[in-house]
């Protein structure tokens, strides 16, 4: 069963979440937007909401290869007190817009997310459990969460419980806005393996940026460390990520620790290392979840790998099997 662990969607309705202006004008979505073909015009957010999230279906649909994906949500920043910062929220997707996705698509997956400091955290985290969550999804860069912070004990408790995994970003990011810049290590992530979580760490720490720090050593070391931590793909073939397949592809015990994630809409870019013949080649591939397949396979990853994510996320445990078996 192939499965994308990593995929988004954008919610700018009100009722479904937030997108700020500042991303809204940024040069990344507009970018993602026309190669897409579409074209966000002030006041219709609702066609412009409606155009993505039909975008992303019709694509999964037209991806034969892919089983299914793991769709995130995207909480809110919140206060050291637990409240909601509207004022350093750029993005926003609702839990509830996802699981109506999940309900409505066959191969839509339920990918949650809470941030660990709101005061119904838990709460929340055991609202989307029930409501069929395959994973757990944070940005630290941009929600302002420090994963060693004490206040995420009991919500790894919980995860570690329910068996869960979380899916942390690590590494650089440039599309939104970095809120708290010093949460980049996958290192903070150990104080949740500690207590028996499954984690996930996207994009294996890569950088995003030239200048940035690259973390992709240090997790793969982490990853030879602790059994239950993993590392996606996505967005690894970006250029400024894609130095990574040496580490990956170079280590066998690194290779094993690491699962399927495109991060769509994210434009998969085909390595200079495929040569320009294949380059060229995939480039004509309009569809950016199969072209972010094309392009692994042909840098020869394996197919214990394409097989691993429906195993780190328990698909055929979880709801009785239900899922797993909807996917057959």
């Known amino acids: ?49 409606q155009a993505i999230t039909i975008r992303l279906l019709t694509l999964l649909d037209e991806t034969t290869e892919l089983d299914a994906a793991a769709v995130l949500a995207f909480d809110a920043v919140y206060t050291a007190d637990g409240d909601y910062d509207t004022a350093r929220t750029h993005l926003y997707v609702k839990n509830d817009f996802v699981i109506n996705l999940a309900k409505k698509h066959p191969k839509v997956l339920f990918g949650a997310s809470v941030h660990p400091y709101r005061k119904d955290a838990i709460a929340e985290l055991e609202r989307c459990i029930a409501a069929g969550a395959v994973l757990l999804k944070w940005l630290p860069l941009t929600q302002d969460i420090n994963p060693a912070d004490p206040r995420c004990i009991p919500f790894y408790e919980c995860l570690a419980h329910h068996k869960l995994p979380l899916l942390s970003h690590t590494g650089g990011e440039k599309t939104l806005p970095n809120i708290n810049p010093d949460v980049a290590s996958p290192a903070l992530l150990t104080e949740a393996l500690k ?28 990853s030879k460390e602790h059994e239950h931590l993993y590392g996606d793909t996505s967005a690894l073939n970006l250029p400024t ?5 040496n580490t990956l592809l170079s280590d066998p015990a690194v290779m094993a620790k690491v699962i399927h994630g495109s991060d769509w809409p994210v434009i998969p870019v085909p390595p200079l290392r495929l040569g320009m013949k294949n380059v060229a080649e995939m480039f004509h591939e309009p569809n950016w979840l199969r072209r972010d397949i094309q392009i692994k396979k042909r840098l020869g990853f394996n197919q214990e790998y394409w097989e691993r994510g429906a195993k780190v996320l328990r698909l055929a445990e979880r709801q009785g099997g239900q899922i797993a078996s909807s996917l057959r």
Do not use: N, W
């Open 195 to 222: 207590r028996g979580v499954t984690v996930i760490a996207a994009h294996c720490g890569t950088r995003s940026a030239l200048f940035e720090t690259d973390y992709v050593e240090l997790f793969a070391r982490l």
């Open 1 to 49: 069963m192939l499965i994308d662990c990593h995929v988004h969607v954008s919610a700018l309705l009100p009722e479904h979440g937030l997108m700020s202006q500042q991303i809204l004008k940024s040069f990344p979505f507009r970018f993602m937007q026309s190669r897409l073909g579409i074209h966000h015009v002030d006041g219709q957010d609702a066609l412009t909401e």
């Open 241 to 245: 990520r894609s130095a990574a397949y």
